[in-house]
């Protein structure tokens, strides 16, 4: 079994920045495609970002491209989100998520963290 964990979340004005991390445990997930997901009170999960196992191929949805980067660091067991200009409908509970096979915006993902809260005040 594995276990992905979030940090990074947090309370941030409009325009600023974030950073999450995502740590994985149990296993090692660098021949899994990673992905990031978000879900705001009363409205469906929405796809964030996703990145191949070797970190070649990013894909994003045109709400955040431009503005987030997904990046993923194996040797450590970690995947991070930078978030630049953030606006306060990023305001979200940000999910980790792992899938063998190819990164897709779907989620098909086979494991998958707890959250982080992230909150952008206008």
């Known amino acids: 079994q594995g276990e992905l964990v979030e940090s990074g979340g947090g309370l941030v004005q409009a325009g600023g920045s974030l950073r999450l991390s995502c740590a994985a445990f149990?296993?090692?997930?660098?021949?899994?495609?990673m992905g990031w997901f978000r879900q705001a009170p009363g409205k469906e999960r929405e796809f964030v970002a996703a990145?191949?196992?070797?970190?070649?191929?990013?894909f994003y949805p045109d709400s955040v491209k431009g503005r987030f980067t997904i990046s993923r660091d194996n040797a450590k067991n970690t995947v991070h989100l930078q978030m630049n200009s953030l606006k306060p409908e990023d305001t979200a509970v940000y999910y980790c998520?792992?899938?063998?096979?190819?990164?897709?915006?779907?989620?098909?993902?086979?494991?998958w963290g707890q959250g982080t809260q992230v909150t952008v005040s206008s």
């Open positions: 149990g296993r090692t997930f660098s021949s899994y495609a």
């Open positions: 998520a792992a899938k063998w096979g190819s990164p897709t915006q779907w989620g098909d993902y086979d494991y």
């Open positions: 990145i191949s196992w070797n970190g070649d191929r990013t």
